[in-house]
């Protein structure tokens, strides 16, 4: 897949399958926008490994759950190439409890950052992308999402929001040219797994019918495919990439 001239902003980028979602775009020579929310060492290493693949590229940092810092985002990707092409709603966070200790902060920060965070940024690209008549925007849920998980009632709230989101979204913007799908990851191999306890990986991997976590790679490849003209046709949709974990 090429994706030359192609503008692509991806929030939470910096790390795991964000990171990896912005390396692929930018191998298929897109000039791509990283967002990232706090941690600059992981923006360096990453803009490290940018610049050996493109000269055009954006790291931009912002909170995704306050509109003020997104319009602030979306108007410096903008200035710098006057489009954007490609939406990929990835920024997220956890915040595991169970609900009788989950305080409201921790309800509130998870709610906003993934359900909150999608909104806003899809709403600041269309703009963009009616006037262009032509967009594609990819969000990131959760198996959480259709099968419930203990201890993320507020994970699972925001990623099955996200779900409804992008179903509703689809059907306003269809027949503008603006294609909005979902990638459902499974359990995949990043930092965050690699540090889980034996026996947890052991239980996780027991409800995986392939046996093996995915990787990021796997999720780049479902997001590039969405992305693509061969994708021209699908909208309202959520792949999972999961190893039939749901």
């Known amino acids: 897949m090429n994706f030359k001239d192609k503008k692509v902003l991806v929030t939470g980028g910096t790390k795991g399958i964000g990171k990896t979602v912005a390396l692929a775009f930018a191998s298929q020579g897109a000039s791509v926008g990283v967002n990232y929310a706090t941690d600059d060492q992981s923006a360096s290493d990453l803009e490290k490994e940018l610049q ?4 055009d590229y954006l790291l931009l940092k912002a909170d ?3 509109a003020d810092e997104v319009e602030t985002m979306i108007r410096q990707v903008l200035d710098q190439w006057e489009r954007i092409d490609i939406l990929v709603n990835n920024a997220g966070i956890i915040r595991d409890k169970m609900l009788l200790f989950l305080g409201e902060e921790d309800w509130d ?3 906003n950052t993934n359900l909150k965070g999608t909104y806003l940024c899809s709403r600041a690209v269309l703009k963009e992308m009616i006037s262009q008549k032509s967009g594609r925007i990819i969000n990131m849920a959760s198996p959480s999402a259709i099968t419930g998980r203990q201890a993320q009632t507020n994970y699972s709230a925001s990623k099955g929001g996200i779900i409804s989101f992008t179903k509703s979204l689809s059907k306003e913007v269809a027949r503008i040219g603006i294609t909005v799908n ?3 990851p499974g ?9 889980l306890k034996e026996a ?3 239980e996780l991997l027991s409800m995986i019918p392939m046996g093996k976590f995915g990787k990021t790679d796997n ?8 992305a693509s003209e061969k994708a021209a046709y699908i909208t309202g949709q959520v792949l999972a990439i999961d190893g039939g974990l749901t």
């Open 200 to 202: 947890t990986k052991k």
């Open 52 to 55: 050996q693949m493109s000269s």
């Open 182 to 184: 979902a990638i459902c």
């Open 219 to 226: 999720v780049a490849d479902g997001v590039l495919f969405l």
């Open 64 to 66: 995704v759950s306050s």
């Open 187 to 195: 359990i995949i191999d990043t930092p965050m797994t690699q540090e």
């Open 109 to 111: 920060r998870v709610i």
